[in-house]
């Protein structure tokens, strides 16, 4: 319980950082295995139902995971390399 309090209170990252961590790097990676697996399912589903609002209904559940996966891609799409040499060292710092 307070765990979920300590969450809650934090601010939110008005940007995302400029350079992408490993850890964050596989977390990004999971959750675009995730949204394309439910794309293809919300798309694979929409084929085969009959009737019209659902099928509807599904496509645009599925093109919301598709949007999902874009916004995470481009978030892979930076020179990552260049990003962390821009960064401070914190080493010379102390």
Request: charged share 15%; proline share 6%; no cysteine.
């Amino acid at each position: 319980m307070q765990m979920q309090n300590n969450q809650g209170n934090q601010a939110p990252i008005p940007q995302p950082p400029r350079a992408i961590s490993s850890k964050d790097l596989l977390y990004i990676k999971d959750a675009l295995s995730w949204e394309l697996l439910a794309f293809k399912k919300f798309h694979f589903y929409a084929q085969q139902v009959q009737s019209p609002e659902l099928k509807q209904a599904l496509d645009k559940m599925g093109r919301m995971h598709q949007n999902h996966f874009q916004r995470l891609l481009t978030h892979l799409q930076v020179d990552n390399n260049s990003a962390l040499a821009s960064l401070p060292n914190t080493q010379q710092m102390q």
